[in-house]
């Protein structure tokens, strides 16, 4: 069994707590969105602790609020969050090859896009116990987050619940900006997926796909165009 480590886990909780705070108030205008489908404070703190992602339960919470099937929201929620597994599939080669089935398991609990990012943007292998310090403070905050804007519903004004939501991307460009300061190859893909970003969502047919799957479609290309002309180096391969 893999050791926790307290320092990597104070490492994380350090990590964590701007995300945290980001996701507090995005999750509280996400609880607003739940009370409008019709759940209550623990309904809508379950629905966020089980889903850590924001677009998946906004559509999950738009057709419930419509009265959709089940089978519908469970599809619609699996496409729409379908982009994590490819962050699942990237982050479980950050992991040491000896890393326990459970610690996997754990660490893919809370595939989110920030944790993910400050994940990925850790030197050398990545340890579980960095992650839990890092979702210890995250998870609770976005679950509680949603109850408590189940409980305030519409009492705040429309702008200042706008506000709130663009918290998070704030949070996520401190995350991005820092590796695509020191490697151009980097800072020229974060271009150039905004720019493909942007293109999808308007050319003719990739456009009528959904947010899920575009990010999947321009994730295999760019990431798969860059595996191939920016290839990254094994330390021994440098060595000679």
């Given at each position: 069994?893999?050791?926790?480590?307290?320092?990597?886990?104070?490492?994380?909780?350090?990590?964590?707590?701007?995300?945290?705070?980001?996701?507090?108030?995005?999750?509280?205008?996400?609880?607003?969105?739940?009370?409008?489908a019709?759940l209550?404070?623990?309904?809508?703190?379950?629905a966020?602790?089980?889903?850590l992602?924001?677009a998946?339960?906004?559509?999950?919470?738009?057709?419930?609020?419509?009265?959709?099937?089940?089978?519908?929201?469970?599809?619609?929620?699996?496409?729409?969050?379908?982009?994590y597994?490819?962050?699942?599939?990237?982050?479980?080669?950050?992991?040491?090859p000896?890393?326990?089935?459970?610690?996997?398991?754990?660490?893919?609990?809370?595939?989110?896009d920030?944790?993910?990012?400050?994940?990925?943007?850790?030197?050398?292998?990545?340890?579980?116990?960095?992650s839990?310090?890092?979702?210890?403070?995250?998870?609770?905050?976005?679950?509680?987050?949603?109850?408590l804007?189940?409980?305030?519903?519409?009492?705040?004004?429309?702008?200042?619940?706008?506000?709130?939501?663009?918290?998070?991307?704030?949070?996520?460009?401190?995350?991005?900006?820092?590796?695509?300061?020191?490697?151009?190859?980097?800072?020229g893909?974060?271009?150039?997926?905004f720019?493909?970003?942007?293109?999808?969502?308007?050319l003719?047919?990739?456009?009528?796909?959904?947010?899920?799957?575009?990010?999947?479609?321009?994730?295999?290309?760019?990431?798969?165009?860059?595996?191939?002309?920016?290839?990254?180096?094994?330390?021994?391969?440098?060595?000679?």
């Amino acid at each position: 069994m893999t050791e926790i480590r307290p320092a990597p886990f104070r490492e994380g909780v350090r990590d964590g707590i701007p995300i945290a705070l980001g996701y507090f108030a995005v999750s509280f205008t996400l609880g607003i969105a739940a009370r409008n489908a019709g759940l209550n404070a623990f309904q809508g703190f379950l629905a966020s602790l089980l889903n850590l992602a924001s677009a998946g339960e906004y559509a999950g919470f738009a057709l419930i609020a419509v009265s959709a099937p089940y089978w519908e929201v469970a599809m619609v929620t699996l496409i729409t969050n379908a982009r994590y597994l490819l962050m699942s599939c990237a982050l479980s080669q950050k992991l040491a090859p000896d890393t326990p089935l459970l610690h996997r398991v754990g660490v893919g609990y809370a595939v989110t896009d920030e944790l993910f990012g400050i994940a990925m943007a850790r030197p050398g292998a990545l340890e579980p116990a960095y992650s839990y310090g890092a979702m210890s403070v995250a998870v609770p905050c976005w679950a509680v987050g949603t109850a408590l804007g189940v409980i305030a519903g519409n009492v705040l004004p429309l702008r200042a619940v706008s506000a709130l939501s663009v918290a998070l991307y704030g949070m996520f460009l401190a995350v991005i900006i820092p590796p695509a300061r020191k490697d151009r190859v980097v800072a020229g893909l974060v271009a150039l997926s905004f720019a493909a970003s942007y293109a999808a969502g308007r050319l003719p047919v990739v456009s009528g796909l959904s947010g899920g799957s575009r990010t999947i479609l321009l994730t295999l290309i760019l990431a798969g165009g860059a595996a191939a002309l920016f290839p990254v180096r094994e330390e021994g391969e440098d060595r000679e």
